[in-house]
């Protein structure tokens, strides 16, 4: 069990359509971040939220944005898809910003045809 | 910009083999180093992490890893290795300097043969 929970676990969209993806932290935790896992590649960063407000951003365009609730849970959402958008999307939490060792989630794995 | 490099895309190995997996950042400032392990089918799960003191840290699992500030190394060793080790390996590197991101490198495939 991670303890970091992402539905749906896998998705099938057409290029050009908007997705939700969504992220609720382990126990305790009450930062989120996002990560964008290609096939064959390492994680990367889009952005993190605390406090309902996103912290720190990585080099992802406009259209990827997200959320933050009242109870630390998280939406990803990403508008008019491209075909490069499909990866596996991966959601970490930790506590209060700490860089100290994140948990992951299994991840969604968004397909775009 | 920053970046992290795992040299060995794919190693294969016979158990009670031993393995280093070499892992290498560009930053040269204060580092927070760790090393996840991605076995099939399952999520990234932390095996030891590097924040100060002793350059060599054990983790879980009879892993242990030696940052080399010098070399800006942090590799990933474990003397003998069984066929459950069969996974996928990311080192990831904080700049833990006020920056939340991790930046992973591309990983390791570890497969150990029976």
């Known amino acids: 069990d991670a303890g970091v929970t992402q539905s749906p676990t896998h998705l099938i969209k057409t290029r050009g359509q908007q997705v939700t993806l969504r992220c609720s932290p382990k126990?305790?935790?009450?930062?989120v971040s996002w990560y964008q896992q290609a096939l064959g590649q390492g994680p990367q960063f889009i952005f993190q939220?605390?406090?309902?407000?996103?912290?720190q951003r990585g080099n992802f365009p406009d259209r990827f944005s997200g959320h933050q609730f009242p109870n630390y849970s998280s939406e990803l959402n990403v508008n008019a898809l491209l075909l490069g958008d499909s990866a596996l999307y991966l959601c970490a939490s930790t506590l209060l910003q700490g860089a100290r060792g994140y948990t992951f989630g299994s991840g969604t794995r968004l397909t775009v045809v | 910009a920053q970046s992290v490099s795992q040299h060995n895309h794919h190693v294969i190995l016979s158990e009670a083999a031993s393995l280093e997996l070499g892992c290498n950042y560009s930053?040269?400032?204060?580092?927070?180093l760790f090393w996840y392990v991605q076995y099939p089918g399952q999520h990234l799960q932390l095996l030891l992490k590097y924040f100060s003191g002793d350059p060599l840290v054990k983790g879980i699992k009879g892993f242990e890893a030696e940052f080399i500030k010098s070399k800006f190394s942090f590799n990933l060793r474990k003397p003998s290795v069984q066929w459950s080790d069969t996974a996928e390996y990311f080192c990831?590197?904080?700049?833990?300097?006020?920056?939340?991101?991790?930046?992973f490198g591309t990983g390791t495939r570890l497969k150990v043969l029976a």
């Open positions: 126990s305790g935790h009450d930062t």
């Open positions: 930053y040269g400032g204060t580092v927070n």
């Open positions: 990831a590197v904080n700049e833990g300097s006020g920056t939340y991101k991790y930046i």
């Open positions: 939220y605390y406090e309902e407000e996103e912290r």
